[in-house]
């Protein structure tokens, strides 16, 4: 099955730029993503200028911020846009009315099960497409609803000396009025791809709090120290520079090594195991450059209008680096499957941790993240099969850093220190594409088939790791502290 094959036909926004799809050969919702994008930069320039948010009153930014989304997303998805409106509207009348106790997790249920009709629903009328529809932007609000509704919640209904730093710094003290509200849900140059910008970093950013110096003594923000807020432009074009990089390598892979070759019959008839296994590597790696594109580019965006300065206690430190979703090194030359996964889609892995890992209890905490996860991403099952093998990839990691690297760290053992990294780095790379190749499949049948071919092989390596050193060589345990 080809990539064109798996483009459906049923995309609901503007036909305005059909000529410009005809003319790269890239299809209409592609264009006007990319559209959109560009724009934003462009419009964001007068934006930042002439609503400088020193001079500037919020409610006049709010209400920039609403009207310019909204025609952006309608250019997008036109009607669609009222399954945003609906799954936001119902959950911001439970911020409102609901019971304080319940409401963050009403809220919560509430937008995921939204999403998930909705994912459904497209499961139904575009199986297996690729087509950009509402559920993108759907996914992006639904992580927004959510954490405001928990930052509310920790504002309002906790005990303040109960909270983590991070659930202080994070934590509202009333709910948001409509114009702030629906500004948050529709702000321009975050609808489309994200990422995800915490309410309170968006509230930061709008009335000019980002670019505030040195804290007081109490933590609280002084005013008197604003600066001169720094130009974004040479990151911006720095962003989409490297966006253009990711776009040339995103086209080349269905030509010289498409991931939907995985699925034919010649692949398994022709292939032995390790060629199985190095298409499998290359072609997964390939399919992380549009990531990186869609990501970079909506950094860029976000940057150009002054969204994701990260606030510092060094005056002089120019970081645009706070809404950055992936760090592209990182996550290609770490030797940790941990920091791996830390380093993709960083912003969902905060929220993640935020709703789910910081509030549940320790035994659940990574099976719920993991199943959370899937749930927001969708029902395809390759999904639950990507997840559920991390999870099970997560636990054996844990074994080996708690069991064996020991061994190799020493004053004397640089060398043996140097050959555990090098094989720890091959295999984080390993288990990465292994692990990701169910999510880029999506079909049960066509991961099963790829991992049978493969011989399930990391699989059993790592539930043997984890029976081993669970089972066999459990980790000798410290007499006096269980004297204590």
Same mark, same amino acid.
């Given at each position: 099955?080809?990539?064109?094959?798996?483009?459906?036909?049923?995309?609901?926004?503007?036909?305005?730029?059909?000529? %410009?799809?005809?003319?790269?050969?890239?299809?209409?919702?592609?264009?006007?993503?990319?559209?959109?994008?560009?724009?934003?930069?462009?419009?964001?320039?007068?934006?930042?200028?002439?609503?400088?948010?020193?001079?500037?009153?919020?409610?006049?930014?709010?209400?920039?911020?609403?009207?310019?989304?909204?025609?952006?997303?309608?250019?997008?998805?036109?009607?669609?846009?009222?399954?945003?409106?609906?799954?936001?509207?119902?959950?911001?009348?439970?911020?409102?009315?609901?019971?304080?106790?319940?409401?963050?997790?009403?809220?919560?249920?509430?937008?995921?099960?939204?999403?998930?009709?909705?994912?459904?629903?497209?499961?139904?009328?575009?199986?297996?497409?690729?087509?950009?529809?509402?559920?993108?932007?759907?996914?992006?609000?639904?992580?927004?609803?959510?954490?405001?509704?928990? =930052?509310?919640? &920790?504002?309002?209904?906790?005990?303040?000396?109960?909270?983590?730093?991070?659930?202080?710094?994070?934590?509202?003290?009333?709910?948001?009025?409509?114009?702030?509200?629906?500004?948050?849900?529709?702000?321009?140059?975050?609808?489309?791809?994200?990422?995800?910008?915490?309410?309170?970093?968006?509230?930061?950013?709008?009335?000019?709090?980002?670019?505030?110096?040195?804290?007081?003594?109490?933590?609280?923000?002084?005013?008197?120290?604003?600066?001169?807020?720094?130009?974004?432009?040479?990151?911006? =074009?720095?962003?989409?520079?490297?966006?253009?990089?990711?776009?040339?390598?995103?086209?080349?892979?269905?030509?010289?090594?498409?991931?939907?070759?995985?699925?034919?019959?010649?692949?398994?008839?022709?292939?032995?195991?390790?060629?199985?296994?190095?298409?499998?590597?290359?072609?997964?790696?390939?399919?992380?450059?549009?990531?990186?594109?869609?990501?970079?580019?909506?950094?860029?965006?976000?940057?150009?209008?002054?969204?994701?300065?990260?606030?510092?206690?060094?005056?002089?430190? &120019?970081?645009?680096?706070?809404?950055?979703?992936?760090?592209?090194?990182?996550?290609?030359?770490?030797?940790?499957?941990?920091?791996?996964?830390?380093?993709?889609?960083?912003?969902?892995?905060?929220?993640?941790?935020?709703?789910?890992? &910081?509030?549940?209890?320790?035994?659940?905490?990574?099976?719920?993240?993991?199943?959370?996860? =899937?749930?927001?991403?969708?029902?395809?099952?390759?999904?639950?099969?990507?997840?559920?093998?991390?999870?099970?990839?997560?636990?054996?990691?844990?074994?080996?850093?708690?069991?064996?690297?020991?061994?190799?760290?020493?004053?004397?053992?640089?060398?043996?220190?140097?050959?555990?990294?090098?094989?720890?780095?091959?295999?984080?790379? %390993?288990?990465?594409?292994?692990?990701?190749?169910?999510?880029?499949?999506?079909?049960?049948?066509?991961?099963?088939?790829?991992?049978?071919? %493969?011989?399930?092989?990391?699989?059993?390596?790592?539930?043997?790791?984890?029976?081993?050193?669970?089972?066999?060589?459990?980790?000798?345990? &410290?007499?006096?502290?269980?004297?204590?």
């Amino acid at each position: 099955m080809s990539n064109k094959e798996r483009q459906g036909d049923f995309y609901a926004g503007s036909r305005l730029l059909n000529p %410009l799809s005809g003319i790269t050969g890239l299809p209409i919702d592609q264009v006007n993503f990319l559209a959109c994008q560009l724009f934003g930069i462009a419009i964001s320039i007068p934006f930042r200028k002439l609503l400088d948010p020193r001079t500037t009153n919020p409610k006049v930014r709010h209400a920039v911020e609403l009207v310019v989304g909204l025609a952006m997303a309608y250019f997008c998805f036109q009607y669609h846009i009222l399954h945003v409106i609906v799954q936001c509207g119902i959950c911001y009348l439970i911020l409102l009315f609901g019971p304080a106790k319940w409401m963050p997790t009403l809220v919560f249920i509430v937008a995921i099960t939204y999403l998930s009709v909705c994912h459904i629903y497209r499961m139904i009328y575009d199986y297996g497409g690729y087509t950009l529809d509402i559920t993108g932007p759907l996914m992006i609000t639904t992580q927004k609803v959510t954490s405001l509704a928990f =930052a509310l919640y &920790d504002g309002t209904s906790r005990d303040e000396k109960k909270l983590t730093a991070d659930q202080k710094s994070q934590m509202i003290k009333k709910c948001p009025d409509p114009l702030t509200f629906w500004s948050y849900i529709f702000y321009y140059h975050g609808f489309m791809s994200g990422p995800l910008a915490f309410f309170s970093d968006y509230l930061d950013f709008i009335d000019g709090s980002n670019f505030l110096g040195k804290k007081g003594p109490d933590g609280a923000q002084t005013t008197s120290e604003a600066r001169e807020p720094p130009n974004p432009m040479p990151t911006v =074009a720095r962003k989409v520079g490297e966006s253009a990089i990711f776009g040339v390598l995103m086209l080349c892979q269905p030509i010289f090594c498409p991931w939907d070759f995985l699925m034919s019959e010649e692949f398994y008839t022709n292939y032995n195991f390790f060629q199985r296994l190095t298409y499998t590597f290359i072609t997964m790696s390939m399919c992380r450059p549009k990531y990186y594109l869609a990501w970079r580019l909506a950094d860029a965006v976000n940057n150009a209008a002054g969204l994701g300065y990260r606030k510092s206690n060094e005056v002089l430190k &120019d970081d645009w680096d706070l809404l950055n979703n992936i760090d592209i090194k990182t996550l290609e030359t770490c030797d940790s499957l941990k920091i791996n996964i830390d380093s993709w889609n960083k912003q969902t892995s905060l929220w993640l941790r935020r709703i789910v890992y &910081d509030r549940a209890p320790e035994s659940f905490r990574v099976p719920l993240v993991f199943m959370i996860s =899937a749930f927001w991403h969708g029902f395809y099952p390759g999904y639950y099969l990507t997840f559920a093998t991390g999870t099970l990839f997560t636990f054996a990691a844990r074994q080996v850093r708690r069991n064996i690297r020991p061994l190799f760290i020493g004053q004397d053992q640089r060398t043996q220190k140097f050959l555990y990294d090098c094989v720890t780095f091959f295999f984080t790379r %390993l288990a990465n594409i292994y692990m990701v190749a169910p999510f880029v499949l999506l079909e049960i049948w066509a991961s099963l088939r790829l991992y049978t071919s %493969l011989f399930w092989f990391l699989h059993i390596g790592s539930i043997a790791i984890i029976i081993f050193f669970t089972f066999i060589k459990p980790p000798k345990k &410290d007499k006096g502290a269980k004297g204590q």
